[in-house]
């Protein structure tokens, strides 16, 4: 074991480095959006969400840094990510609709000007929606018509269609 531990001081010593510094990261970019998230009124659960995404990345990156730490040349590792990007892309493409409404979920986090409670109308040539926001989730958004009818409205459409806000802070007790 003793023998194990001198062979790979470096690597063990880089390896901690690696897993404390993305932690750090983690911690300060979570701790951020979560502090956008309040100032800006969304819910805690959209906050949490981006920082799964964030985690999603940290721990991809980690695992790049960590190749290069225990010696793999830089061929094998663009080799082994190209084709783990390229069976990605074919999948990712088949499903480019979630992707987007993903991406615009994370906009709308940070850019969206209205919130849970507020009383929108989006203007769709076919159908204009008139309702209350009631979650803002990873990729739609929830609206409760004048009717009582829940609506679930694709978060990449919303950000394609013009919106006029009605009334801010629509919800009352009445209406929960």
């Not at 830089?74 to 480019?96: E, K, N, P, Q, Y």
């Amino acid at each position: 074991m003793k023998l194990l531990i001198n062979t790979y001081q470096d690597q063990i010593i880089y390896t901690l480095a690696l897993l404390i510094t993305l932690f750090i990261i983690r911690k300060i970019i979570v701790i951020t959006v979560k502090k956008i998230g309040t100032k800006s009124g969304t819910t805690e659960a959209r906050a949490g969400l981006i920082g799964r995404y964030v985690t999603v990345t940290l721990v991809l990156l980690a695992i790049l840094i960590e190749a290069f730490i225990l010696g793999a040349e830089t061929r094998d590792v663009t080799l082994v990510f190209s084709s783990i990007f390229a069976v990605l892309g074919i999948g990712l493409f088949a499903i480019w609709s979630i992707l987007s409404n993903i991406t615009s979920g994370i906009i709308m986090f940070f850019s969206f000007p209205y919130k849970v409670g507020d009383k929108i109308k989006i203007h769709d040539k076919d159908d204009p929606i008139i309702g209350i926001i009631e979650d803002i989730r990873a990729f739609q958004i929830h609206i409760k018509d004048d009717y009582g009818n829940l609506i679930t409205y694709p978060n990449n459409l919303i950000l394609q269609k013009a919106v006029t806000l009605i009334q801010k802070d629509a919800l009352d007790d009445s209406s929960i």
